[in-house]
């Protein structure tokens, strides 16, 4: 499946509406065409530094750059401390003492350009990944299967995201989210279409598996869809997913824990 980049969805409209013979005018409304700013942040298991990325929005007409936002005041704050972060690189931002710790509750807080945004994240249980696996797909694509066991009596929230070679997919391939409702408490083999021919002879795989809590679930499916990839989202969108972030920004604020696994493609 193709993903398209912003400043093409209008002729997207107009090749799908002429395919199919209607005549019906199209009313195109792209709800992020106005400049805004857009934060994500993660906090996990894992020491840290942990970081907070801030740059803007693009409009529709332009290229699918995102020009960093310099200058801001950016803390952490959970577990008996408070951190303020460091601007290492133009719009990134890292911590300096904090240490994420499961079942603690953090808060993000953004002041930058005379606006201030918040957010609050939980960091869920940790659920191990246990194997990596593989299965053939059309035209023999190479999709990696994640096998786990679920935690029965509880809500989980996963994330995953692929890794080639230790580069991450561009353009949010190989990233994807799962929820257990359907599956609650049974032994997990989710099959990460990738949508793209990524994984081949040669290369070392690594699957990241984030456990998330449901607001950062909620945004990223919600991205998910939007990208009509169903398994990759990209860093803009049509339409504004529900971000757990208050204020007016874009983005997402995570705590959450990690596992991983690594494996090398004969």
Known sequence: MHHFKIKNLASLFLFV???????????????????QTVITGEINNRPGP???TISKTVNFTSDNSFP?????????GGNGVTDTLKETTPGTYL???IKGKVGETYKLFVSVEGKTYTSISTMPERVRLDSLSFVLGRK???????????????ENYYQFIEYINGEKLPNGRGNSVFS???SDGRYISRVLYDDS???????????????VDKPVYNYLNELQQISGSGSGFSSQAPANPTSNISGGALGYFSANTVSSNTVSIP
């Open 17 to 35: 509406s002429t395919f199919l013979g209607c005549k019906k005018v199209i009313d195109v409304k792209l709800k992020n065409a106005d400049i």
């Open 50 to 52: 942990y970081t907070v």
């Open 68 to 76: 960093p936002v310099s200058g801001a005041f950016v803390t952490i």
């Open 95 to 97: 911590t300096q003492a």
């Open 140 to 154: 023999d694509a190479l999709y990696a299967v994640a096998n786990f066991q679920d935690p029965p009596g509880v």
């Open 180 to 182: 257990d409702r359907l």
């Open 197 to 211: 021919s990524d994984i081949k002879s040669g290369i070392t795989l690594t699957v990241q598996m984030n456990c």
